[in-house]
């Protein structure tokens, strides 16, 4: 029975010694490459067999070339044509249904009456006394009858009255103003202090009018990512790239029925993991730009005593459906934390520090550990 258990233990060093053997030669070589898991077959009910069905992903090093390639794609970017179209000018104001009037014919105080007055307690969404343009966009004027106003601006419609008077006023000087505006509105969400609808009023409205009135960005917004829904196209908005393409944000004109939204930090985090001493989702900056350096100085740093710092890779994965893109640095230099200051990382990017030979050995060991004892204890009680 003494032969059994030392057979064991012979059969158990063997095991640790091809395991420790295993362990040294699978670490990933730079400039190889990693294949993806195999694929469901056609049946769907288990996975392929057919090395076919595998995709070999290269990995790329982190080095200067790469740094310097990505800097001169980043300066080339321009903004697209679609996003270009919406900068501009605000036109005039035009007047619409909700909208209300104020219209004064000069020395003739008896059509001031025709104005209304205000009532005791208003809400702001009550409307200012005046003419109301109904919903098919006419007013109720005396000696004018109905006038059709919607889409007309104010001076459009001051010589619409002036005509339809002078058959009872003679030379009659008239003045129209807007007194509310109601009829043009957009609707600001998101991360912004006060999400709702803002009233489009005679000086336009542009998109960074539109976030300051609504409160302004919250701690929480990302900058690089704002939406804007208008007429069902979505166009993506990165207020860092309009800057540096040398546009003014402010020159981004809004329509009526348009929606902005702001994004949110949270929604766009760096998944940093492996051997660091505080695995995290590391949030990108107010701006929406987020360097490898920085996610990995958020994470508390690459662990000293457990990580293979030559083996640090970022897996970056595309929403489209291509091919992941797999990036090495070896950080055992300080200069690769140079490269890495300058390598900006996007949303989603999985961070990943390896781990060395003797600390899977040492994993591993921990898990066996207990079905060995179990199986010597068995032995020695058998003998």
């Known amino acids: 029975m003494c032969n059994s258990v030392e057979r064991f233990r012979a059969y158990v060093m063997v095991g640790f010694i091809a395991l420790a053997g295993?362990?040294?030669?699978?670490?990933?070589?730079?400039?190889?490459?990693?294949?993806?898991?195999?694929?469901?077959?056609e049946t769907g009910g288990e996975y392929s067999k057919d090395p076919a069905q595998k995709t070999q992903i290269p990995i790329t090093d982190i080095n200067l070339a790469l740094i310097r390639q990505m800097g001169t794609q980043a300066g080339q970017q321009k903004l697209s044509p679609d996003l270009m179209s919406l900068f501009g000018k605000p036109g005039a104001y035009t007047v619409g249904p909700g909208d209300v009037l104020q219209i004064t014919v000069w020395d003739h105080p008896e059509l001031a009456a025709a104005l209304g007055q205000p009532a005791g307690t208003t809400r702001e969404s009550d409307a200012a006394p005046g003419f109301v343009v109904d919903e098919a966009g006419n007013i109720q004027f005396p000696y004018a009858g109905t006038v059709h106003v919607a889409g007309d601006s104010t001076d459009t419609i001051r010589r619409k009255i002036v005509s339809r008077i002078s058959r009872v006023y003679k030379s009659p000087e008239v003045t129209v103003r807007i007194t509310s505006f109601r009829a043009s509105q957009i609707y600001v969400d998101g991360e912004v202090g006060k999400p709702g609808a803002q009233q489009i009023n005679d000086i336009g409205m542009t998109l960074t009018q539109a976030i300051g009135r609504a409160g302004g960005f919250t701690g929480a917004a990302d900058q690089g990512e704002v939406t804007l829904v208008r007429g069902g196209t979505t166009y993506p908005?990165?207020?860092?790239?309009?800057?540096?393409?040398?546009?003014?944000?402010?020159?981004?004109?809004?329509?009526?029925?348009?929606?902005?939204?702001?994004?949110?930090?949270?929604?766009?985090?760096?998944?940093?993991?492996?051997?660091?001493?505080?695995?995290?989702t590391v949030l990108p900056m107010r701006n929406g730009r987020l360097t490898l350096a920085q996610a990995l100085s958020e994470a508390g740093s690459i662990n000293p005593n457990t990580a293979k710092a030559k083996e640090l890779f970022v897996i970056r994965t595309s929403s489209t459906g291509e091919q992941p893109q797999i990036y090495h640095l070896d950080a055992t230099s300080p200069v690769s934390m140079v490269l890495a200051n300058q390598f900006?990382?996007?949303?989603?990017?999985v961070v990943y520090v390896d781990n060395g030979g003797l600390v899977k050995f040492n994993r591993v060991l921990n898990l066996l550990?207990?079905?060995?004892?179990?199986?010597?204890?068995?032995?020695?009680?058998?003998?």
Request: charge should be negative.
């Open 237 to 280: 908005i990165n207020f860092n790239e309009i800057v540096r393409s040398g546009h003014n944000p402010n020159d981004l004109v809004l329509k009526p029925g348009d929606m902005v939204r702001v994004g949110s930090r949270d929604e766009h985090g760096i998944f940093v993991m492996g051997e660091v001493n505080k695995p995290a």
């Open 369 to 383: 550990l207990p079905a060995i004892n179990a199986g010597l204890t068995a032995a020695i009680v058998t003998k």
């Open 344 to 349: 900006a990382l996007q949303p989603k990017d």
């Open 22 to 41: 295993t362990l040294g030669a699978c670490s990933v070589v730079p400039g190889q490459r990693m294949d993806t898991p195999p694929t469901l077959d």
